[in-house]
DNA sequence: CCTACCGATCGGTAGG
DNA sequence: CCTACCGATCGGTAGG
């Protein structure tokens, strides 16, 4: 017979607090930590708002949980790039795709509302999340350039791995517009999107390479 | 004899409105819109709430005010270098420097508060604002480039004026650090930020012309 | 997991 | 330009 409501198993508690954390992804990436009610969320998970806070503490706590976990998996997604066994470009490639497609788009109202609506150990916390797990597989790739020689280093006018891995994160979001969209979420469109991803990732590898200027004689290409 | 406070003269209403504009600006730029309340603002400049919608009819149209008196005031000093008589590379490098030091820190807040926070109407105003008066004159500079060979067109793998206009904006805006930070507003110390921004606008500059990888031969730098 | 509720704060209005 | 106030909404708690 069905369980009644008091006695709800683990495994059904653990269901719904991924319901949350799923929610409350989509919600706060798209609209900002402030914009984003409690009540909001609670009633897209077909929950009451106090029910949220049998999950976690507060609010604060939640938005944690859901940058955590974003951090985590890119993170994770950018090191096993760096390990493949290609010629750096193709990676940077690889990594620049996978930046457009997975990316939070709006990354910087993530490091608004870090400064501005999260505690100072929260804050620090999220920021060695940051720079270790995410940034750090895009420094290695840098740095594995100008350790070889690829790339300029410091003292012939390059930036240093961690400003390059910024740099290549900036520009894949300052590339992204409506033709990579998630919203277009049509079945098979989802080819197309990593088709139009790689393209762009192409040219963006290009021009943070090699630069605008146009090549004449030998280095043209 | 002292002017009673029912009969202000017109001057002081446009004093007020001034500095209603000026508080504004420096809280919305700071916190975004959602997180400035109409009552910080009005306390701010020695008001009551109230006292606000005298000038304004609500807080969507100061916010509007803001953002284009920020607009204009840039796209001006960025036209001026545009037409100045100097070689492409050097403009570019003022531009740099420029919106390192006087653009909207967090331009993308702006952009998500347009979003989310305007009606329609004022979205495709604020829209036009930006790409004629802001975006213009940068794209004008690259696409000059473009017409004398002197950048990659399209179909050489450059990516087109407009485009390489925001290029340069996100990495201007991702190459913001402390150093260039507006708190530090220590009387002598500005003639630093100044030439501190110059040379981060050079490097800048010589990366998205060059790019990163390392030249050998003859067109080392 | 719910109902019921708290104090605080929001943007905006009435009326002078 | 002020005092006084509105309804709506916020994050969070009490108690079951």
């Not at 990354?107 to 804050?123: G, K, P, T, V």
């Not at 012939?156 to 791995?161: K, M, N, Q, S, Y």
Request: contains cysteine.
């Amino acid at each position: 017979m069905a369980r009644r409501r008091k006695d709800l198993a683990p495994e059904d508690l653990l269901e719904t607090r991924k319901k949350i954390v799923a929610t409350a992804h989509r919600l706060f990436m798209e609209l900002g930590y402030r914009a984003v009610s409690t009540r909001v969320i609670a009633e897209a998970c077909g929950l009451t708002q106090p029910a949220l806070y049998h999950h976690f503490a507060d609010k604060q706590e939640l938005y944690l949980e859901v940058i955590r976990e974003i951090l985590a998996k890119n993170g994770q997604a950018l090191e096993r790039i760096r390990q493949r066994e290609e010629p750096l470009e193709q990676r940077l490639r690889r990594a620049a795709a996978y930046l457009l497609l997975h990316a939070p788009p709006n990354m910087n109202i993530m490091f608004h509302d870090m400064r501005h609506e999260l505690d100072e150990a929260s804050r620090a916390a999220v920021h060695e999340w940051f720079r270790q797990g995410f940034v750090g597989p895009l420094a290695s790739l840098f740095g594995e350039g100008q350790r070889e020689g690829r790339l300029r280093g410091l003292e012939e006018g390059g930036a240093d791995p961690f400003s390059s891995a910024f740099l290549l994160l900036s520009i894949s979001r300052s590339m992204l517009s409506t033709d990579l969209d998630k919203d277009k979420t049509g079945e098979g469109l989802d080819g197309q999107r990593e088709q139009a991803a790689l393209e762009r990732a192409a040219l963006i590898v290009d021009i943070l390479l090699h630069g605008m200027v146009r090549r004449t004689g030998e280095n043209a290409g």
